[in-house]
């Protein structure tokens, strides 16, 4: 869930779409949807995917997490 949560916030702060976004992902829109509501476990290669369409380093994401979850 807290991942879902990063991906939507870095998402929403370029402004991008999910439709947008999955499709730079190579994912599917619903497929995204269920990530951002912690519905869905994702896979390293598909955290990869979401890292290089966010022009983000994974690690900067998990950093993300570690923040939150210390709040």
């Known amino acids: 869930m807290l991942f879902g949560c ?3 916030k870095f998402r929403t702060e370029r402004q991008i779409s999910q439709e947008t ?5 190579g994912l599917h829109r619903t497929y995204i949807s ?3 509501r912690g519905l869905r476990n994702v896979s390293l290669e598909n955290i990869d995917k979401m890292s290089k ?6 690690s900067d994401i998990f950093k993300e ?7």
Request: charged share 35%.
């Open 6 to 8: 990063a991906i939507r």
């Open 21 to 25: 976004f999955a499709d730079m992902c």
């Open 34 to 36: 269920d990530i951002e």
């Open 53 to 58: 369409a966010l022009n983000m380093k994974i």
């Open 65 to 71: 997490i570690e923040r939150n979850e210390s709040i």
